[in-house]
């Protein structure tokens, strides 16, 4: 079966600094995608970032990037210059073949003024 | 506006008192599901539908049902509700064009069974 975990329950960052919040999954898959995903106090879940297991190139977003190592399945979420507006819950989530997301516990990012 | 919605956003009800909760999409999308989240387990899938009256379990199905009469509408029915079912309850949509395509989801539905 597979798993995601994200050990980290909450990490904090002053800022305009850089943070980076950890997620590692669990699969016998070989065609996958991996997503983060954002949800501020408002609820709603927003995408990040995605990543094709295939592609080697690391996904970027503006202040979003991934560092993704898939012989360690490592899927890590890294955002530069921290904004206020970054605050929020960060899921990371695996996506396969049958289309079902299997998401991890979540981090909660607190941004320091 | 493309969008997923919910209703309704909170709901304070009593146990055994049956109740649905509506999901609506304007996206055409094919694919839709139903996630409850909780505190520490993140998002688990409750049911999906791959398009209309096809509807299959995700990993936490007992206490819910789902129809997919028509294309843009995913209610998730709780005939007989009980408090382990309090919980934050997402409706999210997909295309069926690749699953790399993003998912939309509803503002979320807050539900509180004493």
């Known amino acids: 079966a597979q798993t995601v975990t994200q050990s980290q329950p909450e990490m904090s960052v002053q800022e305009a600094e850089t943070v980076t919040l950890s997620c590692t999954y669990d699969?016998?898959?070989?065609?996958?995608?991996l997503f983060w995903y954002k949800q501020p106090p408002s609820r709603q879940m927003i995408l990040v970032i995605r990543?094709?297991?295939?592609k080697q190139q690391n996904a970027t977003e503006n202040r979003f990037s991934v560092n993704f190592q898939k012989a360690a399945k490592s899927f890590s979420l890294k955002i530069s210059d921290s904004q206020l507006g970054d605050a929020a819950m960060y899921f990371c989530?695996?996506?396969?073949?049958?289309?079902?997301?299997?998401w991890g516990a979540g981090t909660k990012l607190i941004i320091k003024p | 506006e493309a969008q997923v919605t919910q209703n309704p956003r909170y709901l304070i009800t009593v146990t055994g008192k049956k109740l649905t909760v509506t999901c609506s999409q304007n996206?055409?999308?094919?694919?839709m599901s139903w996630y409850r989240q909780d505190p520490g387990l993140g998002l688990r899938q409750i049911y999906y539908?791959?398009?209309?009256?096809?509807?299959d379990k995700g990993d936490v199905p007992e206490g819910y049902k789902v129809s997919r009469k028509e294309k843009r509408n995913f209610p998730l029915i709780l005939e007989s509700p009980s408090p382990n079912q309090t919980s934050l309850y997402f409706c999210?949509?997909?295309?069926?064009?690749?699953?790399?395509?993003?998912?939309?989801f509803g503002q979320g539905t807050r539900l509180t069974v004493v």
């Open positions: 699969t016998s898959e070989s065609d996958y995608y």
């Open positions: 990543q094709e297991a295939y």
């Open positions: 539908s791959m398009n209309v009256e096809v509807t």
């Open positions: 989530a695996f996506g396969y073949s049958n289309y079902q997301l299997i």
């Open positions: 996206m055409n999308h094919e694919y």
């Open positions: 999210a949509s997909s295309n069926f064009g690749g699953f790399n395509t993003e998912a939309f």
